[in-house]
């Protein structure tokens, strides 16, 4: 990048100072200048929240209300989480805004998670002027530095020549190849400083070494992976995000109705191939369905598509998928044979693959599969995804999913989750038909990810469904969303499996600390439950009470703890026009099963 450079914008010129008479042009800022080269992107939407050091960026904004809408989060995590889940639904470049110093900061959990899970992101962080970088300024940060590691790519603006091509090269960085989040911090005395014409907002971008576009796939890779399906007896589709990154989905479906292969999915991965298609074995992987992961580890042939066997898919991964050949398709080099060694690997994008794939397949290609199918169908009635009720008129967690997918599931609506147990049955009992309808913070388990990743759904996709499935642990960390949901007219429904603990960490206290209670009780530290002591299944006062506080955000909200009463509060809330909060009030004894506890194989399997 340029250092700072001698033109006849001086670094400190202010709007305030004298403007020649000469100039025949209104005098354009270097915020205008980035806003316009926004818009010049295609952003619609813009997840912004104001403070000293963007301030000049957000008056820009106002000037262009009628081009780019503003949404004003009530925390910045909860701006760049919104950027994220309105990048995930549309495929397009999220952005979101932020000021200096504590602004910046307060982005960084959401471009850690942009981060792992392969999102496009651009985020803007405004800076203190040049000439007091370094000198520990107020809201003074070295966010660049910061955020090194968890960015694909980032840029300080040091010349005010650079701001239309560091906009124009941030968003193909983002965009292309493997998706990441890229930083753009950007001093404020360049936000301020002005010239009398637009610039070129295309210029030539300068990114040297960056070739994010992998070769076509040769035909001689194609002919070996058509060999290995032909001489498999148990292959098994792997497919994770990547096929949702490269828009694959079609010519997933086309490849395993064609083959007639087994597909199983990560966290990612769902909705890349129809849940309720009984080709589907759904999720594998720590609390993967049984017969998903027992069918990797006997299958010969994993075609391992747009994924990075990641460990809480593969627990111990010497142990993971040794009994057969591994094809790895995925975009991103790194990943080729970064934890598991493939015997076909190839560096494409998915969806070229699968074309070619589909292109090239004849009858004489296709397995028999008659004998592995009887096999996984025995295992698919041995071991179904299951839950006891336990009467009482109580609500478990995995009816009320269930419930929700009966009411909803026909008008395929987009859902987002937060972290913990209400995650994991989420995806294993709500089954995702289409790509883009599921979002969730899996690599990097981000609580407080579900509300705001809903609203920047709710905002990219103003007629459909979105609903937050959330539970009252996570829910807290971003509740403030609330407010943004009543004042920007966004109708989310939020879906919250309350049970008054942190129970992913409960679960693992009761199978692995002797269910010793470590500070997973979210209730008053004096009550019963706070040392595990409690003999409840509901607690009779809920805490905090969940409808009252939407109420005071004016959200209607309504609470429910009786099964006989569940369907028809269900109903209404879907029927709201409106945002809306159903508190469902759930036993906290239930556990997320299967379970593969972590660095552990398929043969540790915990069933009950």
């Not at 397009?92 to 998670?113: E, F, H, R």
């Not at 030539?204 to 290995?228: C, E, H």
């Not at 111990?316 to 998928?321: G, I, N, R, S, V």
């Not at 004489?364 to 592995?372: A, F």
Request: glycine share 8%; net charge negative; aromatic share 8%.
């Amino acid at each position: 990048m340029k250092a700072h450079s001698e033109t006849h914008v001086a670094a400190e010129q202010t709007q305030t100072e004298p403007k020649s008479k000469t100039h025949t042009h209104p005098l354009i800022t270097g915020a205008d200048i980035l806003v316009e080269a926004l818009i010049r992107q295609g952003v619609d939407t813009i997840f912004a929240y104001p403070g000293g050091a963007s301030m000049p960026m957000h008056q820009s904004l106002t000037h262009q209300a009628s081009r780019l809408r503003t949404i004003l989060p009530r925390h910045e995590q909860g701006g760049i989480f919104a950027a994220e889940g309105y990048a995930r639904t549309t495929g397009k470049v999220g952005v979101c805004m932020a000021t200096s110093g504590p602004g910046a900061t307060n982005l960084v959990t959401g471009l850690a998670d942009a981060k792992m899970d392969s999102c496009p992101l651009v985020a803007i962080t405004g800076q203190v002027a040049r000439k007091f970088i370094g000198t520990d300024a107020f809201q003074e940060t070295p966010i660049v530095e910061v955020c090194r590691a968890i960015t694909k790519h980032h840029y300080l603006i040091t010349s005010f020549e650079d701001i239309p091509r560091v906009v124009k090269e941030a968003f193909y960085v983002a965009r292309s190849g493997r998706p990441g989040p890229v930083l753009i911090d950007f001093p404020k005395d360049l936000q301020i400083a002005t010239v009398s014409e637009h610039p070129d907002y295309d210029p030539p971008m300068n990114l040297p070494g960056y070739r994010p576009d992998p070769k076509p796939v040769s035909s001689a890779q194609i002919r070996q992976v058509l060999a290995a399906i032909k001489r498999s007896k148990k292959p098994i589709l792997y497919v994770g995000g990547g096929a949702i990154n490269s828009d694959a989905a079609q010519e997933l479906h086309k490849f395993a109705r064609r083959t007639n292969i087994p597909v199983t999915m990560t966290l990612m991965g769902l909705g890349a191939f129809p849940g309720r298609d009984p080709q589907s074995l759904h999720m594998l992987g720590m609390h993967g369905t049984v017969y998903s992961n027992f069918a990797v580890d006997a299958a010969d042939l994993l075609l391992a598509f747009g994924v990075r066997f990641d460990d809480r898919v593969t627990g111990k991964a010497t142990e993971f998928a040794t009994h057969g050949k591994i094809v790895h398709v995925d975009s991103d080099p790194p990943e080729i044979h970064k934890n598991k060694i493939a015997h076909i690997p190839i560096i494409a994008d998915l969806r070229e693959v699968l074309a070619a794939l589909n292109a090239a397949l004849t009858d004489d290609d296709l397995p028999q599969l008659d004998d592995w199918w009887r096999e996984i169908n025995g295992w698919r009635e041995q071991h179904p995804l299951k839950y006891a009720d336990p009467g009482h008129d109580l609500i478990l967690p995995q009816y009320a999913i269930e419930e929700l997918h009966r009411q909803t599931a026909d008008r395929h609506p987009i859902v987002a989750v937060g972290v913990g147990q209400h995650q994991m049955w989420a995806a294993q009992y709500y089954k995702f038909d289409r790509p883009r309808r599921w979002m969730s913070s899996s690599g990097l388990g981000a609580m407080g990810f579900g509300l705001p990743a809903a609203m920047g759904a709710q905002a990219a996709n103003p007629d459909e469904l979105v609903i937050d499935i959330d539970g009252d642990g996570s829910f807290q960390m971003n509740i403030q969303e609330l407010a943004t949901l009543y004042c920007e007219k966004l109708p989310v429904k939020v879906f919250l499996l309350n049970n008054q603990h942190l129970g992913m960490v409960m679960q693992w206290e009761d199978r692995f600390h002797k269910k010793n209670r470590a500070h997973t009780y979210l209730g008053p530290v004096d009550h019963p439950e706070a040392t595990g002591k409690g003999t409840s299944s509901i607690l009779e006062e809920s805490y905090p009470n969940f409808s009252k506080i939407a109420e005071g955000y004016g959200i209607a909200a309504r609470q429910v703890r009786s099964k006989a009463e569940f369907p028809k509060a269900l109903a209404e809330m879907l029927a709201a026009p409106g945002p809306y909060l159903l508190d469902i009030l759930c036993p906290y004894q239930e556990h997320v099963l299967p379970m593969i506890p972590g660095g552990h194989t398929v043969k540790d399997i915990i069933f009950e």
